[in-house]
């Protein structure tokens, strides 16, 4: 069985950084790209930042560009997401997921496993 946990969040003021963790367990993680999903209240969960299965490549929406960074270690199971200059935009639960290819055009619904119950990060102006 897959699991995924999602850790790191918080309430942070604007201009801010975070840095979100992500380890998964029941499956061979270093075979899978992953991927950093995003739901902010009332709103459908969309993609944020996407990594291949070495690292290599990553992809990201264009509203976290240049501020946020995926990577993974493919040693510890674990993917990373490094949140920069955040500001309440930012406001939302985030998730992993495996993912069939590494493409920003990544949709939630394409998700490999189950979610993980996500991590709430929260940015005050």
């Known amino acids: 069985q897959v699991r995924l946990e999602e850790s790191g969040g918080g309430l942070v003021q604007a201009g801010g950084s975070l840095r979100l963790s992500c380890v998964v367990s029941?499956?061979?993680?270093?075979?899978?790209?992953m991927a950093w999903f995003r739901q902010a209240a009332a709103k459908e969960r969309e993609f944020v930042a996407t990594?291949?299965?070495?690292?290599?490549?990553?992809y990201y929406s264009d509203s976290v560009q240049g501020r946020f960074t995926i990577s993974r270690d493919n040693a510890k199971n674990t993917v990373y997401l490094q949140m920069n200059r955040l500001n309440s935009e930012d406001t939302a639960v985030y998730y992993c997921?495996?993912?069939?290819?590494?493409?920003?055009?990544?949709?939630?619904?394409?998700?490999?496993?189950?979610w993980g119950q996500g991590t709430l990060v929260t940015v005050s102006s």
């Open positions: 990594i291949s299965r070495s690292g290599g490549l990553t």
């Open positions: 029941g499956r061979t993680f270093s075979n899978y790209p």
């Open positions: 997921a495996a993912v069939p290819r590494p493409v920003s055009s990544i949709r939630a619904t394409e998700a490999l496993d189950a």
